[in-house]
């Protein structure tokens, strides 16, 4: 493809050749959400739109690619033949794929500019040193852990409920404007805590609340009371403490025996 992309278009299909027609240097900002190997098919209900996220290196990889990334890219390809000795094949296919337009990411990219990246824990690992080769690992700026609530619950490990947003910078002269971002003020801190606490008050159950965190004296079966007299007298609590509506502290006092871990 030769013809230039005009401003403002959304191109729809394999996104390998428009990169490769857009000019070096050309672009401030990339936010991308690759395939995550996930070794899974993902469909619409009526199977007209997807993906498959199952790589290989007879069906996903074109033969160019390897020798252009052996000749040009020897950090990404050592990452790829890692890739393959420390996981599968199917994880340096993956890894292939991806770096080739990692190459044309970083190539359309201005000096100023940055790439956010998009990944989950099934390739996270393989992916950072990807970057790590092609950026160069004094520019990653932050690793961006995105917690969610949905996902499974399994009796065998921790549940799985984080992604990660890699934030690279092409060179240390890059943008970053940060009274356009909003990371969480010690304010809404303070507000989403007070709230915790009054849901709590006013459900008759501390099973959620933020003093959870604390490391219990035993550990509390569910539904019985996780404060203790120790986390209830900790200055943040306190402080908390006093925004609690009157009615609400009232009933809290007076639970019985309620504050020694167990009710
Ligand atoms: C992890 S999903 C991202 C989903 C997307 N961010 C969203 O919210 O719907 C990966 C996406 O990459 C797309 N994809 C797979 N191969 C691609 C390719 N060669 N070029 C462009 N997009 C591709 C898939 O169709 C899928 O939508």
Not at 110 to 126: E, W
Not at 212 to 225: D, V
Request: include cysteine.
């Amino acid at each position: 493809m030769t013809a230039p992309i005009p401003k403002r278009a959304l191109c729809q299909g394999d996104n390998l050749p428009f990169l490769r027609a857009l000019p070096d240097a050309s672009i401030h900002l990339i936010a991308t959400d690759p395939p995550f190997n996930k070794n899974r098919d993902f469909y619409s209900a009526d199977r007209r739109a997807g993906f498959r996220d199952k790589w290989s290196w007879e069906a996903d990889v074109e033969p160019d690619w390897i020798e252009f990334l052996r000749a040009e890219a020897a950090a990404l390809w050592a990452v790829i033949e890692t890739a393959r000795l420390a996981h599968s094949q199917s994880m340096s296919a993956y890894l292939c794929w991806l770096g080739i337009r990692l190459l044309e990411l970083r190539r359309v990219l201005r000096a100023d500019g940055s790439l956010y990246l998009h990944i989950d824990g099934a390739a996270q690992a393989y992916v950072k040193l990807l970057l790590d080769a092609l950026f160069g690992a004094e520019n990653c700026r932050n690793e961006i852990v995105w917690l969610y609530k949905t996902g499974g619950v399994s009796k065998r490990w921790f549940s799985r409920k984080h992604d990660t947003i890699f934030f690279y910078s092409k060179s240390q002269a890059y943008t970053f404007r940060i009274n356009t971002v909003s990371p969480i003020s010690r304010s809404s801190r303070m507000r989403r805590a007070i709230f915790a606490v009054w849901r709590c008050a006013m459900s008759g159950t501390f099973r959620r609340c933020a003093a959870t965190r604390q490391k219990p004296q035993a550990t509390p079966r569910r539904s019985r009371w996780r404060f203790t007299s120790a986390s209830l007298a900790h200055p943040a609590i306190r402080a908390i403490w006093c925004w609690i509506p009157s009615a609400a502290a009232a009933r809290l006092r007076s639970r019985p025996s309620g504050w020694d871990g167990v009710g």
